[in-house]
């Protein structure tokens, strides 16, 4: 297949055009066109989103509504069912993080999930749209109606910055807090808005109407505080706050507490909780809550300038010793000025790791995520 069949598959977003006027290059990513860099470049881009305010376009994501077929009850117990998560105790106007899982307690996805009052609204990873569409669909046509959001782009605003400039289009922003979700009217249409985001940083996640999206996006970067950001920088943005990447750090292999996402297991859905199991791969995954994972994700240090990329073999010594793990996100933080990477070691490792850089062992320090502090608005 040629390079050129190649793009022609691919999907475009519906801000496209404004990508590549701002400069934006584009490359393959979960089936769509995406902007990697802009002309500033991902260095630029990561410490610009740190200091002020940065613009990405995650329009590639899957945004679906489930609508209750006779009540969120009934709604909120089908979706308990497909993950270890508490569904029926958010509160409307709330957001919660998600996770889907598979009979062996794998992750098949993670997801964000609002109640929206009488629905709730869901966004899915890109890669996995389809499939989770497909399983939500399967699992829950009894209670919902399982419908796919597709006139609408998904903008994230991330930075310090991000609220007073969202502000100038939507003041009532103001009044958000981490983890709300709104309904807001504006000049480009009514906009869903999250104060959530993939960065370490405040900020919010929009979803703005075809109709109004361009000219949304084009008011913020019209902002001193706003610029472009490309899927480089989110990279490395997410990668400093210790966030996990699906298929990359999580995948259907991984458990949620194997992957440090123990914390969003409420109590409720634990051993001895009032609506405890119940969904796929509970037997494991309470277990593993309760004597722990043979491994577990961890941030790592390497020592000195060299990164340690996705893949890279880790060892338990800088000589013989054991093959115990593995780099899964790897890179360089401009923030902190340093390599930095996550991976999987045995439970309770501390202390030094070696990984294998072109046939090198170079040591590596076991250290505790995030890289960089958050900065939600509690």
Known sequence: MTGEARVSDLQRLGLHDLHVELGGRMVPFAGYEMPVQYPAGVMKEHLHTRAAAGLFDVSHMGQVILRPRAGMADLAAGFEALMPVDVAGLP??????????????????????????????????????????????AHLADVAEVLPVTDRALLALQGPAAETALMRIVPEVAAMRFMDVAVL???????????????????????APDAGADAFARALLAMDEVAPIGLGARDSLRLEAGLPLYGHDIDDQTTPVAAGLGW??????????????????????LDELS???????????????????????????PEGGRNFGAITSGGFGPSVDAPIAMGYVPAGTTGTVWGEVRGRRLPAQVVPLPFHPTTYKR
Request: net charge positive; proline share 4%.
């Open 291 to 317: 004597t722990g994972p043979l491994a577990l994700r961890v941030g790592i240090r390497p020592e000195g300038r060299a990164p340690m990329r996705e893949g890279t073999v880790l060892w338990d010594a």
């Open 92 to 137: 409307p106007g709330r957001q919660r993080y998600g996770l889907f899982t598979n009979d062996r307690g794998g992750i098949l996805d993670d997801l964000m999930f609002a109640n929206r009052g009488d629905h709730l609204l869901v966004v899915v990873n890109a890669a996995c749209k389809a499939a989770d569409i497909a399983h939500m669909t």
């Open 185 to 207: 009217d504006s000049a480009f249409g009514a906009l869903w808005i999250s104060r959530s985001g993939y960065t370490g940083e405040d900020g919010f996640e929009v979803s």
């Open 264 to 285: 969003a297991i409420q109590k409720v859905r634990r051993t001895g909780g009032a609506r405890a199991g119940g969904f796929p791969g509970a037997a494991r995954i």
